[in-house]
């Protein structure tokens, strides 16, 4: 099924199109990978609503990325449970040992480092959501081992070997 009909049948389950416009952005993200303008406008026409209130939206949230991100979208919690659980030194080491700051991307594209309000998660404080997943009560040899798992199961770019040039007379 395509984003427009995705986004149609999302629609469909609120008795008022506006309500739809959470669902109808995830449904974007997930087909183009991040949220840029022509595509806010295309969800909003899909919808039939202002197209204010979807860049509204868009830019308010942090689960949506009107900009595209890294392979991995590192979101570490600095709230107050997981800044009081040492959030704040996790954040330096990641931008160490990753060569970025906070809201940029590798160079080779697998990680962007971004932080973000409370995860809801407290209890496991200090929380980093990646992808669909959290991962908490974490220290610093905890971070390390899950970008090494992270970088690990990243899809290999292979190197291909220039063809050599022909010999004369080939
Ligand atoms: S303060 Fe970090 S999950 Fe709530």
């Known amino acids: 099924m395509g984003m427009r009909e995705q986004i149609e049948t999302a629609a469909a389950r609120y008795p008022d199109r506006r309500s739809a416009i959470m669902p109808a952005l995830l449904i974007a993200q997930q087909a183009h990978g991040h949220l840029p303008g022509p595509v806010l406008e295309e969800v909003a026409d899909i919808l039939g609503v202002e197209r204010i209130w979807v860049y509204e939206l868009a830019t ?7 900009e595209p991100v ?5 979101q570490l919690c600095d709230n107050l449970s997981c800044m009081l ?3 704040e030194r996790l954040l330096a080491h990641m931008e160490t040992v990753l060569g970025i700051g ?3 991307t590798t160079a080779d594209g697998l990680f962007t480092l971004s932080t973000v309000e ?3 998660a407290c209890e496991m404080a ?5 992808g669909d997943h959290y991962h908490g009560n974490l220290n610093i040899a905890r971070v ?4 090494d798992r992270l970088r690990a199961s990243a899809p290999r770019v292979e190197t ?3 063809a050599a040039a022909p010999s004369p007379g080939e």
């Open 85 to 87: 659980c040492g959030a």
């Open 126 to 130: 200090p929380v980093m959501q990646v």
């Open 70 to 74: 890294g392979r991995f979208h590192l």
């Open 60 to 66: 308010f949230y942090t689960l949506f990325h009107t």
């Open 102 to 104: 906070k809201g940029e």
């Open 144 to 147: 390390d081992e899950l970008l």
């Open 118 to 120: 409370c995860l809801g």
């Open 160 to 162: 291909i070997a220039p």
